[in-house]
């Protein structure tokens, strides 16, 4: 099953939320510390009590890569973890030369066998084109994102009188010719959101920034009900996994996307 069927199967069930496994183990329950391996422990039973109800997952690769081989092992265990069924994304955030790019999709795609990837598009079609040849997987290319310092780059105002991340919204539409790219867009810039989202077409949608960052999900949602899309998945990280220091953590996050997904359907009612 490619990246696309996975995610149109969740998201025909209305799951648009997609867990951030940002898995710190200065966070996680202390209970876990007694495990040989805290982190995986704690990632399977987050996996367990959603894999049922989650639109994907997203794995930020810089809390694994962190750690050297062990976090490796524990970056493919988890990924195993979780199976075929739900889209993974490998949050690495990728973009070099084309050589450089080409070994890069070799991993995340072949090695860690991920189903999409996100990427910065600013050394151009030479960094994106390796993994958008992958045509079964889902390559999720920055437009705006959810950080403050944003503004530094991606919304400086070119010759043209668009912004930056309108242009990459631009290539990234020309990019497309496959359907596999799709694009980041911060939960956080929630007007730049009302006013862009004709653009992006049918492209599957990442939006980091509800939770921790101060995104409002009702917002988000009712933006894509009223523009009529619904090809779109919201990321939470830390405003979901660590809800709950408990024993019972892993019931806490299971009844916790519940209620997130109950809310997403009456918003799209």
């Given at each position: 099953?490619?990246?696309?069927?996975?995610?149109?199967?969740?998201?025909?069930?209305?799951?648009?939320?997609?867990?951030?496994?940002?898995?710190?183990?200065?966070?996680?329950?202390?209970?876990?510390?007694?495990?040989?391996?805290?982190?995986?422990?704690?990632?399977?039973?987050?996996?367990?009590?959603?894999?049922?109800?989650?639109?994907?997952?997203?794995?930020?690769?810089?809390?694994?890569?962190?750690?050297?081989?062990?976090?490796i092992k524990t970056l493919e265990q988890t990924i195993d973890f979780i199976g075929d069924d739900v889209v993974i994304i490998a949050d690495a955030k990728r973009g070099d030369i084309g050589n450089t790019s080409l070994k890069y999709a070799e991993s995340i795609f072949n090695h860690f066998r991920c189903d999409a990837v996100t990427l910065h598009p600013y050394m151009g079609i030479d960094s994106i084109e390796p993994f958008i040849n992958y045509t079964d997987k889902i390559s999720f290319i920055l437009g705006l994102t959810s950080n403050k310092s944003s503004a530094d780059f991606e919304k400086q105002i070119l010759s043209s009188g668009k912004f930056l991340y309108q242009e990459v919204i631009e290539k990234t539409n020309e990019w497309n010719i496959n359907n596999n790219c799709g694009l980041v867009f911060g939960a956080t810039n929630i007007s730049e959101l009302k006013e862009n989202i004709p653009s992006f077409n049918e492209m599957p949608i990442l939006l980091p920034g509800v939770g921790a960052q101060g995104g409002s999900l009702?917002?988000?949602?009712?933006?894509?009900?009223?523009?009529?899309?619904?090809?779109?998945?919201?990321?939470?990280?830390?405003?979901?996994?660590?809800?709950?220091?408990?024993?019972?953590?892993?019931?806490?996050v299971k009844n916790k996307l519940l209620e997130l997904n109950q809310q997403i359907a009456k918003l799209l009612m």
């Amino acid at each position: 099953m490619t990246a696309q069927e996975k995610l149109k199967n969740r998201i025909e069930k209305k799951y648009h939320i997609c867990i951030g496994l940002d898995s710190d183990v200065n966070k996680i329950p202390q209970h876990l510390l007694k495990f040989n391996n805290p982190i995986l422990e704690f990632n399977k039973r987050i996996i367990e009590s959603t894999i049922d109800s989650a639109a994907a997952y997203k794995i930020n690769f810089a809390f694994y890569e962190s750690w050297g081989i062990e976090g490796i092992k524990t970056l493919e265990q988890t990924i195993d973890f979780i199976g075929d069924d739900v889209v993974i994304i490998a949050d690495a955030k990728r973009g070099d030369i084309g050589n450089t790019s080409l070994k890069y999709a070799e991993s995340i795609f072949n090695h860690f066998r991920c189903d999409a990837v996100t990427l910065h598009p600013y050394m151009g079609i030479d960094s994106i084109e390796p993994f958008i040849n992958y045509t079964d997987k889902i390559s999720f290319i920055l437009g705006l994102t959810s950080n403050k310092s944003s503004a530094d780059f991606e919304k400086q105002i070119l010759s043209s009188g668009k912004f930056l991340y309108q242009e990459v919204i631009e290539k990234t539409n020309e990019w497309n010719i496959n359907n596999n790219c799709g694009l980041v867009f911060g939960a956080t810039n929630i007007s730049e959101l009302k006013e862009n989202i004709p653009s992006f077409n049918e492209m599957p949608i990442l939006l980091p920034g509800v939770g921790a960052q101060g995104g409002s999900l009702e917002e988000v949602v009712s933006t894509f009900y009223q523009n009529n899309k619904n090809n779109f998945i919201i990321n939470i990280s830390r405003g979901l996994i660590y809800i709950d220091e408990t024993e019972s953590f892993d019931k806490s996050v299971k009844n916790k996307l519940l209620e997130l997904n109950q809310q997403i359907a009456k918003l799209l009612m």
